[in-house]
């Protein structure tokens, strides 16, 4: 792993010839004559013919030696044996030129090997030895130290996609040392046996990486993670993954402390939020899970039962400052984050006895009440639907845009809402499918629907399949799905029409539901969530910021879109920094489609409003 080398690196032959009895002087060795003569003046014991002079019956200076297999041997020798600058060739087997003592390859010399592995550089006994450069048949290079023939010592290997700078023993990395990879990885520490191996850093991006203790290529014991996305562990790790005792941060700057099992906490430990915010007790993959206290920055209390980050089992409050109806605790059993609450449940049960026996009628006479259309002008006709009642926030947002257009924009007698809330069962007509579908059959047999316009606007939670959540706590109730609205937008007959979506992924209901002569306004891109959906809040972030900042002293829904878009980026923003979020940011980005047609239309229908009234006059509902 991570580019070892392996040990058996080319080794070189010695070359040691034995005496023998010579006769006859043919001259000096190297170039003597232009063609070797045909009769030796020795023949070694291994049936080497030698051409060369002779003293003492031993070869002496420059001479050649020649077997019957082909290699061949051309230098200096000394009594005897190759000693001085030669040239060993065996055949396209072994090459070497450079220098002998005493018959092997000692001192500086070239060798090239059968494979065209090429060597430069200090020899010793036949071996590589001390400095030199090893450029192998698979393209790897080696420059630095050898020690019997393997790299020892410092020394730089590079190959196709790797570079290795530092000390070697045996052939492999061991001790100091700093690896590049060419996927851009560094590792820089210590080696042994050519694996990772004790202190060292391993850079995996310009953003992640990680330090500490390093065992057989693997990242085990102590150290640090600093991830791509800005999260950060410092701890015991095993096998890259935290396991042990640690100390987490996330991307958002949350704490997290206690012992760690395979990458998550699942024991008892502690957070600590960058808001202010702190949980002591029992997880389970990384989630408060189990018995455990919880405070936020706030100063609220919990203590009880946890289960996948929420209120789960037995517990208790204990509120910092008492609530707006005097309470300073809730104590019970809690579900899901909320607490069981029997009167909330006695409410549900009255909710749906009261629809099933007194809706129809509810519907039926708010659908009657329609006035019809006023000749000689364009009448605008307003439906709001608040889908989802298990938040007040879409109930609020639909009462505010009810009384804002029957005051600005004429739609007094013309305007309607079906309302899904725990408060309005008894008084308003709920929001379901069916009553959607009559309610713009309604309309539209009230209005010109060739000459007046509909305003449709639709608020809830959205899914990523693009349908409109329509809940009522106690029932269930079937979903409005995007393809559904704009079969009963089709159905109606109704020509000109301004649809406004606020939901999660409401730019899905745009394709479904666009044509020339309709304008269609989503809260958000097709796959992103939009914000503000709290049951506390008095509107969402879109409902706020297009109906309520920017509708008044608008001269069109296209200004005030623009607008409005540009309201949500900047509320988006101020809550990412307030939440110490890093990374790529999310923002719902709100979506348009209009054409020239319905522009001008709604330009020419705009021009009969004489009065609009300034923002912040209408306040919504409890």
Excluded at 277 to 304: L, W
Excluded at 359 to 369: C, I, N, P, S, V
Excluded at 380 to 397: K, N
Aim: hydrophobic content about 35%; glycine content about 14%; some cysteine.
């Amino acid at each position: 792993m991570h580019g070892v080398i392996s040990s058996k690196l080319p080794q070189t032959r010695v070359f040691v010839l034995a005496t023998a009895i010579f006769a006859g002087f043919m001259g000096s060795g190297i170039g003597l004559a232009s063609a070797t003569p045909s009769t030796p003046d020795a023949v070694t014991a291994d049936g080497g013919r030698y051409y060369g002079p002779l003293v003492d019956n031993k070869r002496q200076g420059k001479g050649r030696v020649e077997w019957a297999n082909g290699d061949i041997y051309e230098g200096n020798f000394d009594k005897g044996l190759f000693s001085g600058k030669g040239k060993y060739t065996s055949g396209a087997n072994f090459l070497y030129e450079g220098e002998y003592k005493a018959g092997s390859r000692t001192g500086q010399g070239r060798s090239v090997d059968a494979t065209g592995s090429v060597y430069v550089g200090h020899f010793l006994n036949g071996e590589f030895d001390g400095q030199g450069k090893l450029t192998s048949q698979d393209g790897s290079v080696y420059e630095g130290s050898f020690a019997k023939g393997l790299f020892n010592g410092t020394g730089k290997w590079t190959s196709k996609d790797q570079e290795y700078t530092g000390e070697f023993k045996n052939g492999q990395f061991s001790g100091k040392g700093k690896l590049k990879s060419g996927n851009g990885r560094i590792y820089t520490g210590t080696f042994a046996n050519g694996h990772f191996q004790g202190q060292g850093r391993y850079d995996i991006s310009a953003k992640e990486y990680y330090a500490g203790e390093f065992d057989n290529d693997d990242f085990t014991g102590h150290g640090i993670h600093q991830a791509q996305d800005g999260s950060r562990h410092v701890g015991t790790f095993k096998k890259w993954i935290a396991d042990g005792p640690g100390r987490k941060t996330d991307r958002a700057g949350n704490i997290y402390e206690g012992v760690f099992d395979d990458g998550d906490l699942n024991r008892p430990g502690r957070y600590i939020g960058k808001d202010g915010s702190r949980y002591e007790g029992e997880f389970d993959g990384g989630k408060f899970d189990g018995m455990g206290i919880y405070r936020n920055a706030e100063g609220d209390e919990y203590k009880g039962g946890f289960s996948y980050n929420l209120f789960d089992g037995g517990g208790i409050v204990t509120y910092a400052a008492p609530q707006k109806d005097g309470r300073s605790k809730d104590i019970g059993i809690w579900r899901y984050g909320k607490l069981d609450n029997p009167v909330a449940a006695k409410l549900a049960k009255i909710n749906i006895e009261t629809a099933l026996y007194g809706q129809r009628a509810m519907l039926d006479k708010t659908l009657a009440a329609i006035a019809p259309h006023q000749p000689g002008k364009i009448n605008l006709y307003l439906l709001a639907v608040a889908g989802d009642g298990s938040q007040e926030v879409f109930r609020r947002e639909t009462e505010f845009v009810h009384k804002q257009f029957d005051r600005d924009f004429g739609t007094q007698g013309r305007s309607m809402v079906l309302v899904n809330s725990r408060n309005t069962v008894a008084e308003q007509p709920m929001a379901t499918v069916t009553s959607i579908r009559e309610s713009l059959n309604a309309i539209a047999a009230k209005m010109d629907k060739e000459n007046d316009i509909l305003f449709l606007y639709l608020t809830s939670h959205g899914s990523q399949n693009h349908e409109l959540s329509l809940a009522q706590n106690g029932m269930s109730l079937r979903n409005l799905e995007a393809k559904e609205l704009g079969k009963l937008l089709v159905e109606s007959g109704i020509r000109w029409k301004v649809v406004v979506v606020s939901a999660c992924y409401a730019g899905g209901f745009i394709d479904p539901l666009k044509d020339d002569h309709t304008m269609v306004i989503a809260a958000a891109r097709s796959d992103r969530t939009s914000f503000g959906c709290a049951d506390d809040n008095d509107f969402t972030y879109f409902g706020e910021a297009f109906f309520q900042k920017s509708l008044p002293g608008s001269a069109s829904f296209e200004e005030a879109f623009n607008k409005a878009k540009t309201l949500v980026a900047t509320w988006e923003n101020d809550d990412i920094k307030a939440a110490g979020k890093g990374g790529e940011v999310l923002h719902s980005e709100p979506q348009i489609h209009h054409t020239s047609q319905i522009d001008q239309y709604l330009k020419k229908w705009r021009a009969q409003i004489t009065t609009v009234a300034p923002a912040g006059k209408l306040a919504p509902t409890l």
